[in-house]
């Protein structure tokens, strides 16, 4: 639009980086190649180290917007072809959701996205797409490059001088909720795509503990204590390890808060009994003070856990290897750090107290045999669940 070409010529912008020839070692690639049954990636993983430092650095060639209900986000392409969503600062780091407002308009925040992919390796389950915190210059690396006139149309200067832009969506995409550069710098999360569906086809799955939508909605889970009992008779629940996987990831929402997961999503090639993937986590980590216990749900009202699940968490409770001190350590690694505050950091352990206390209590009431499930052949020990924290 001319608009947009005399804002170019105003800003004296420069032309956009080149793309590379497409290279079969791009870290992209070879971390969609590296995709098995176990996870999203193996444990010793060169590929999701290259491919974290490319979505830091490389230069993007284009940027869309991602059609969203309610949140702003972008999808960026970089120079060596890569993908990856762009979720931008909507909320502070030592801001808290306010107690009034419900799950289902809670912001999205960046840094939860970039901290559930750090617990969710640390606590090995590889379901969390690689996800990285960078500060996006909003103006030569979205502005610039983008052709999509609709994107282009959405930029204006605020009044602080900042350059800002919002997205045309049904709910909460307006002027009032634009995100601003300072002045063109604006943090955000990049979190990797996932191979296309046409390549690698998913599943889009109802949760089946499911949370009502409504101001006032009540689900049967909820005012149903025996509610596993009907889960469990519900192909694929009855006979797979379906059930241990919705645990997990129960486990999994809980320590970060987050109390969205609605759907879950798999991939088909990998049958019933493949991984959940743990997409869109960016409602986590929105109020240390509150520990959301209706999240454990599937494991209180199931008392059904993986043994590996276990021994990790048990490991993470030890001093030595103590949950917080690892997250800790771990989102040092980002350019964004600090990634979460203190008080989020510490909410990790206690809430890692309260899962192993709920497991407790199902092991006081079953038994063990009956509560842990052998998900291995050979029961890895305790040191060697303490050798995988060093790789």
């Known amino acids: 639009s001319r608009r947009h070409k005399l804002y170019r010529e105003e800003l004296n912008l420069t032309s956009p980086a080149a793309p590379l020839p497409l290279r079969p070692d791009a870290s992209w690639l070879q971390f969609h190649l590296g995709i098995s049954r176990d996870g999203l990636y193996p444990r010793p993983s060169p590929a999701v180290t290259r491919l974290l430092r490319d979505l830091r650095e490389l230069p993007t060639i284009s940027a869309v917007v991602k059609p969203s209900g309610v949140h702003l986000k972008l999808v960026l392409r970089f120079q060596d072809f890569g993908k990856a969503m762009f979720k931008p600062m909507r909320q502070k780091r030592e801001e808290e959701t306010p107690e009034d ?59 602080a001088g900042n350059v800002c832009f919002f997205a045309k969506c049904p709910y909460m995409c307006k002027t009032e ?22 390549l690698a086809p998913r599943l889009s799955i109802p949760n089946p503990w499911i949370r009502s939508y409504s101001f006032d909605g009540k689900e049967e889970w909820e005012v149903n204590p025996h509610y596993c009992n009907t889960v469990r008779e519900i192909y694929p629940y009855s006979n797979s390890n379906r059930l241990l996987n919705i645990v997990d990831m129960a486990i999994f929402d809980f320590l970060i808060g987050n109390m969205d997961r609605h759907h879950y999503e798999m991939f088909t090639k990998f049958g019933d009994d493949g991984f959940l993937l743990h997409l869109d986590n960016a409602r986590g980590f929105g109020r240390h003070s509150h520990d959301e216990i209706s999240i454990l749900a599937p494991l209180s009202q199931c008392c059904l856990i993986k043994r590996t699940t276990l021994l990790r968490l048990r490991l993470l409770a030890e001093p030595e290897y103590r949950l917080s001190d690892v997250m800790r350590e771990s989102l040092l690694q980002d350019p964004l750090a600090p990634v979460l505050t203190e008080p989020h950091l510490l909410a990790l352990d206690r809430r890692l107290q309260l899962v192993l206390e709920a497991v407790g209590r199902c092991i006081d009431t079953f038994g063990e045999a009956t509560v842990v499930a052998n998900d291995t052949a050979q029961p890895q020990s305790p040191a060697e669940h303490r050798a995988k924290l060093d790789t």
Do not use: M, W
């Open 177 to 198: 909720y634009a995100v601003c550069g300072n002045p063109h710098l604006l943090e955000g999360s990049l979190a990797a795509f996932l191979p296309s569906l046409n």
């Open 101 to 159: 407002f419900f799950y289902f308009v809670d912001f999205q925040r960046h840094n939860a996205e970039i901290a559930a992919f750090h617990l969710d390796r640390i606590l090995d389950f590889r379901r969390v797409p690689p996800t990285v915190g960078r500060l996006i210059n909003v103006t030569k690396e979205i502005l610039e490059v983008t052709k999509n006139e609709v994107l282009q149309s959405v930029f204006f200067v605020s009044p």
